[in-house]
């Protein structure tokens, strides 16, 4: 039986995952998945890469995720899946590169300047 390792990130979100052929079960954290991301939105998105090439139920997928937020850390999961599946199956590349699953989104949290309230918004101006 093959483990495939594969990491997954956005944001400040990492996810690591141990992807197997079995079942279809999905562990986060020691966690099942719908326990761990309560909300359908990201329960959907974790499901996106199976849906996209109809395999949903054939892969075990053991999750280590830390960092960020739970948005952030649900769409490292769907990037770290996505890569282990193509490593599994390379057919499935280009289903899985046109929804733009493999691509790292680089958007990162702009730091604070000095002077400044956050990265752009200035304080108050008051003229007199």
């Known amino acids: ?18 992807m197997t052929p079995g079942k279809g079960e999905i562990q986060v954290n020691g966690r099942d998945y719908k ?3 309560p909300f359908e939105v990201h329960q959907i998105v974790l499901q ?3 849906s996209t090439i109809n395999g949903g139920g054939s892969y075990d997928v053991k999750v280590n995720v830390r960092g960020g937020g739970i948005t952030g ?5 769907r990037m770290a899946i996505s890569r282990a599946l193509v490593e599994y199956n390379g057919e499935f590349r280009p289903a899985l590169k046109k929804e733009g699953f493999l691509t790292r989104d680089p958007r990162m ?8 309230r956050k990265a752009r918004r200035r304080f108050q101006f008051s003229k007199r």
């Open 1 to 18: 039986m093959e483990v495939i390792n594969k990491i997954g990130r956005r944001k400040t979100a990492v996810a690591r995952i141990y």
């Open 48 to 50: 996106q890469p199976f």
């Open 35 to 37: 326990e761990y991301f």
């Open 73 to 77: 850390q649900a769409e490292a999961v």
């Open 109 to 116: 949290v702009e730091r604070k300047k000095y002077g400044r």
